[in-house]
């Protein structure tokens, strides 16, 4: 078992302690987690960069590697939410430190956070919609340095989408020139199970897109439970592992400096 989507408290959401996750995981069996704490510039209502010190978060964790290194491999990764606007910033901070792992996530919509609310409740679901999938075919098309897509649809987590889903040729184009661009750049596309916590009926991605994903010849899957708090690490992995399988996906991968390697399932 792995979980390549974990946030300690180097993340301005979370306050999980690296020693606390490096616990819980060996507690659960895993071999392998990546700790990917956020780096979004340009990301507060100022437009402040949210962000951990590298340094700091590297001598910490080559710390907490050391510790816990005969019970579990501790991978150094990174998640980036990305903008039109920052593909130089991004690919400069990227470059300047040894990071195993990169998720590439969009996290906001013309500058606008989706998590926070800053989208206005009286702004057409379907026009957000298509925005998001607009801004992640730029951000695919033209940034290159990133290892996996985070949860395509994260969307979904904080607006009724499905109808919109169902019924727009136009949105599921875009999703379906996005997912031949991975496939295409060798990029993985992530499984993610935090919507189940969302009240969702679906792991990140809805099966229809994740489908899609191995019509078009995708095989680059990583997991990760995008846990804040220890209790959810590894989470759900099993139905993830199930629902892949179903659909005839044969790996698993993780990554290690920038590598990846596949894990049967």
């Known amino acids: 078992m792995l979980d390549f989507h974990i946030h300690s408290d180097f993340s301005v959401d979370s306050k999980e302690s690296l020693d606390n996750i490096a616990k819980k995981a060996i507690e659960r069996n895993l071999k392998y987690i990546c700790i990917t704490d956020h780096v979004d510039f340009e990301s507060s209502i100022d437009g ?33 939410g990305m903008q039109p606007n920052l ?47 607009d801004q992640m075919l730029e951000c695919v098309t033209n940034f290159n340095n990133y290892d996996t897509l985070g949860h395509i649809d994260f969307i979904d987590r904080y607006f009724n989408t499905q109808y919109i889903y169902d019924n727009s040729n136009i949105i599921n184009d875009k999703i379906s020139k996005i997912l031949n661009l991975l496939i295409q750049n060798n990029k ?12 969702l009926d679906f792991i990140h991605p809805k099966p229809s897109i994740l489908s899609l994903y191995k ?10 439970s995008d846990s804040h708090v220890c209790e959810y690490i ?14 005839g996906f044969k790996h698993i991968y993780f990554y290690k400096q920038r590598k990846k390697y596949p894990i049967n399932i």
Do not use: Q
């Open 48 to 80: 402040a960069d949210i962000m951990f010190r590298p340094d700091d978060y590297f001598r910490d964790l080559k710390k907490i590697k050391h510790k816990y290194k005969n019970d579990l491999e501790i991978l150094i990764g990174v998640e980036i």
């Open 87 to 133: 593909y130089s910033r991004y690919d400069e901070f990227i470059n300047n430190y040894p990071f195993d792992f990169v998720i590439m996530s969009i996290h906001s919509i013309d500058g606008k956070d989706i998590f926070n609310g800053s989208n206005p409740e009286d702004v057409d679901s379907s026009l957000l919609l298509e925005k998001y999938y």
């Open 188 to 199: 993985g596309l992530e499984i993610n199970s935090a919507s189940l916590r969302y009240n």
């Open 215 to 224: 019509k078009y010849g995708g095989e680059i899957i990583t997991f990760g």
């Open 234 to 247: 590894g989470y759900e992995y099993k139905t993830a592992e199930k629902l892949l399988k179903n659909l």
